[in-house]
């Protein structure tokens, strides 16, 4: 590394410092330089140790380019990178070029990441339908094991890029944010729909789950998991909002107050206790029931129409402008 920048300055003793940083980064980039090189290089440059945090692991490097173990650490920069985030142990003011250091670090390490870890490899292991052969060779190149308990979170497109391998997929909802979470820790920033933890050979289900929860988050739900959701991930699974369910189309078209009433009347014990939650007289919440039950096409108190209801609010929700 020390040769390096020598060679650097020997070729072009008049660049400014800026410029000999961005070569110097530029040719370890050219020549396939990995995390361990990247992080020895900047070392070297600023002369302090330079680490970096990628989807849980802590890797740093001395100046000398010898493995730093001790555990205390003091990021006096950092930058964030697609995988993680980087930094330098500067202790007292920063120098003029340690900035550029950083950029040109976390921008090298992006560009590695992206030679080891390509998004295609992530998007070919969530779709269906690819063979599962090749699934499980895309699963290899994200260096996950087919039967390791993985779980898929879906997010807005510019939603904050999680510490973990991400791509932007389309989904028959529109375009989201598809980030393969491997511990099961992650904490998405809202709105996120959080898939069914499942083995990665199975990633695909997880990434629908995740989706379908996403469709389902609103002010009072910001982030929603698909095992909350229960049997009822089946029936999402396979409705088409494109083709609405008669019982969909018949709630959709009550008024506002209308479908209000008709949540409260099926989350109450009563006709009676509904109306005073709504504040109404019994004789008219019982009318009100009876206009509801001929608009619905079924009664919600009953069992099979309490369950037809459910059903037909969740598809609702999944039939909503995106």
Not at 209 to 220: M, S, W
Not at 278 to 292: D, N, W
Request: net charge neutral.
């Amino acid at each position: 590394m020390q040769d390096l920048v020598g060679r650097l300055t020997a070729l072009d003793p008049d660049a400014s410092e800026t410029l000999k940083v961005i070569a110097y980064f530029d040719t370890l980039n050219a020549g396939g330089a990995g995390l361990d090189g990247l992080l020895r290089g900047a070392a070297v440059l600023s002369g302090v140790v330079a680490g970096a945090e990628r989807r849980g692991r802590t890797t740093r490097y001395s100046p000398r380019g010898l493995h730093v173990t001790d555990t205390e650490i003091h990021r006096s920069l950092q930058r964030t990178t697609r995988s993680g985030s980087v930094w330098l142990e500067r202790v007292g003011p920063p120098h003029a070029n340690d900035e550029m250091i950083l950029e040109r670090l976390g921008l090298a390490v992006d560009l590695a990441e992206a030679r080891r870890n390509p998004e295609g490899a992530l998007e070919t292991a969530l779709d269906a339908g690819t063979p599962v052969s090749e699934r499980a060779k895309a699963l290899a190149r994200l260096r996950v094991r087919p039967n390791a308990r993985i779980r898929l979170i879906a997010t807005a497109t510019d939603a904050p890029v999680m510490s973990a391998p991400s791509t932007v997929m389309p989904t028959r909802f529109g375009i989201l944010r598809a980030t393969l979470d491997l511990t099961g820790e992650l904490a998405p920033t809202e709105p996120a729909g959080i898939g069914p933890r499942l083995n990665a050979e199975r990633a695909p289900e997880s990434w629908e789950g995740a989706v379908i929860a996403y469709r389902l988050t609103d002010p009072k739900s910001p982030v929603v998991d698909a095992t909350d959701i229960g049997a009822l991930l089946i029936l999402a699974q396979a409705y088409d909002p494109r083709e609405p369910h008669d019982d969909v189309r018949a709630l959709a078209a009550l008024d506002p107050r209308s479908a209000d009433i008709a949540r409260v009347l099926v989350e109450s014990d009563s006709v009676r206790s509904a109306a005073a939650r709504l504040g109404m007289h019994h004789s008219t919440m019982q009318a009100k029931h009876e206009s509801l039950t001929r608009a619905l096409g079924y009664d919600p108190r009953t069992i099979t129409g309490h369950a037809r209801y459910i059903a037909a609010a969740l598809l609702l929700r999944l039939s909503d402008p995106f």
